[in-house]
């Protein structure tokens, strides 16, 4: 089982791909302005949940970027299926090859997937330039709550991204040092983590009793990731949505 099959086997039930919800999300779009006439631009927009939201609420033009093929898949069937594809565009593959022409999005949004673009910072950089002056950006982004982080915390080569050694102040004093000023902050609860790697867990189970002695079976029912799960999301590592506006002036 490659990535791609990984992830469209273990997010199978999510409909929202991130710790949060669609009141969180609404609210998140709310702090953003979004409003009829505008072009979003969504970057990892995975099965377009958000995309389909705004584009059935307003007269707006809304890009999603998204690699994983089963994912841009599905976020295509379900806009169709809404109705909603004169509204909705979305490119397959990898982020960085989109070329946004400068200041050419009212709002630039990246829930949770500012890997894409490279990690934290190249992610504001790229955002900035394919926003407006003026407009919104929206970044789900992870953040230390609590540190030193414990030993059984692994600091490999994925660190900086699954654990990184900013605290949500931070994070807020990077994107303003980006020219980012925050506008407005949604913060995953533990319930939002809860459920979202509970369909994790119910995605994996299922997956195993349908492929019984397959050996990607282990991969997606291992109890030391659940451990994480549970132990560590949501009491050492947070999430959370940044609202800023793109430009100090």
């Known amino acids: 089982m490659n990535l791609f099959e990984f992830y469209a086997t ?22 953003c302005g979004v ?7 969504d970057v990892g927009c995975g099965k377009g949940w958000l995309l389909r939201r705004l584009a059935s609420r307003f007269d707006i033009q809304v890009t999603g970027l998204e690699i994983y093929p089963t994912f841009a898949a599905e976020a295509r069937r379900l806009a169709a299926a809404e109705n909603l594809t004169d509204r909705i565009q979305i490119v397959e593959g990898p982020a960085l090859d ?17 890997f894409a673009l490279g990690g934290f910072e190249p992610a504001l950089d790229w955002m ?3 926003a407006k002056r003026g407009g919104a950006i929206a970044l789900g982004e992870v953040f230390a709550m609590e540190l030193p982080y414990p030993a059984e915390v692994s ?3 994925r660190a900086d991204i699954d654990y ?5 102040w931070a994070t807020v004093e990077t994107m303003r040092a980006h020219g980012m000023p925050l506008r407005g902050l949604v913060e995953a609860s533990t319930d939002d983590w809860h459920r979202y790697h509970s369909l994790h ?7 195993a009793l349908e492929n019984p002695g397959d ?7 291992d109890p030391a990731e659940m451990r994480r799960s549970i132990e560590l999301d949501g009491r050492y590592l947070g999430w959370a949505i940044f609202v800023a506006r793109n430009g100090l002036d």
């Open 10 to 31: 273990i997010e199978r039930y999510h409909t929202i791909q991130n710790p949060t919800s669609e009141e969180k999300l609404d609210l998140t779009t709310r702090y």
């Open 35 to 41: 409003a009829d006439g505008m072009r979003i631009l």
């Open 98 to 114: 989109f070329r946004a022409e400068p200041a050419s999005f009212d709002v630039v949004m990246c829930i949770g997937a500012s």
């Open 128 to 130: 900035s330039h394919a």
């Open 155 to 157: 600091l490999g080569v």
């Open 164 to 168: 990184p050694d900013r605290t949500l």
């Open 201 to 207: 867990w119910q995605a994996g189970l299922d997956w």
């Open 215 to 221: 050996p990607d079976a282990a991969k997606l029912n």
